[in-house]
T-cell receptor
Framework: QQQVKQSPQSLIVQKGGISIINCAYENTAFDYFPWYQQFPGKGPALLIAIRPDVSEKKEGRFTISFNKSAKQFSLHIMDSQPGDSATYFCAAALIGYNKLIFGAGTRLAVHP | NAGVTQTPKFQVLKTGQSMTLQCAQDMNHEYMSWYRQDPGMGLRLIHYSVGAGITDQGEVPNGYNVSRSTTEDFPLRLLSAAPSQTSVYFC?????????????FGPGTRLTVL
């Protein structure tokens, strides 16, 4: 049973465009939603995270939008750059609980 | 700090062989975990540890053993390798068991089982 569904599987964006990756979760008890970025040959690294008490969180060109009623959250990358080309994973967890549940990942390619 | 280190980077095994994937961290982190990454499956938790001497199962524990005798080290053992265990394995650590704490991943071990 996939608790966190991520789409699309792959995404191609032109330099300067907006990249949007979506995730949906099933467990309404989840209360922590991080995004991880992974470059080829490297381990994932935390990019940005949000709690459900806010609808949006922005860090530089990266924004998480959160819709609690729809049980969905998304990552927006503004002014996408070739250096943003990587695989992005959304995740969900219960605060105070040990486990992060990851989505399947989205491979982003930003073309110059 | 070296962060989270993993050895080896690549490994090829034959079906039925055993091996240990090594993981070490020098950040004095309490929580350590092992994930496997497969195409289209994301990262799936194999085993985790909330401190020395304490381990527990994740989503896909079958075929793997772990132990945590020190804070720094968290090896993953494959007792009898199977082709289904072909994957990229990541070790991760964080300061404590709270899921909101930043989790640091190692560079991964790419394992092929023939």
């Amino acid at each position: 049973q996939q608790q966190v569904k991520q789409s699309p599987q792959s995404l191609i964006v032109q330099k300067g465009g907006i990249s949007i990756i979506n995730c949906a979760y099933e467990n309404t008890a989840f209360d922590y939603f991080p995004w991880y970025q992974q470059f080829p040959g490297k381990g994932p690294a935390l990019l940005i995270a949000i709690r459900p008490d806010v609808s949006e969180k922005k860090e530089g060109r990266f924004t998480i939008s959160f819709n609690k009623s729809a049980k969905q959250f998304s990552l927006h990358i503004m002014d996408s750059q070739p250096g943003d080309s990587a695989t992005y994973f959304c995740a969900a967890a219960l605060i105070g609980y040990n486990k992060l549940i990851f989505g399947a990942g989205t491979r982003l390619a930003v073309h110059p | 700090n070296a962060g989270v280190t993993q050895t080896p980077k690549f490994q090829v095994l034959k079906t039925g062989q055993s091996m240990t994937l090594q993981c070490a961290q020098d950040m004095n982190h309490e929580y350590m975990s092992w994930y496997r990454q497969d195409p289209g499956m994301g990262l799936r938790l194999i085993h985790y540890s909330v401190g020395a001497g304490i381990t527990d199962q994740g989503e896909v524990p079958n075929g793997y053993n772990v132990s945590r005798s020190t804070t720094e080290d968290f090896p993953l053992r494959l007792l009898s390798a199977a082709p289904s265990q072909t994957s990229v394995y990541f070790c991760a650590s964080r300061w404590d068991r709270r899921s909101t704490d930043t989790q640091y991943f190692g560079p991964g071990t790419r394992l092929t089982v023939l």
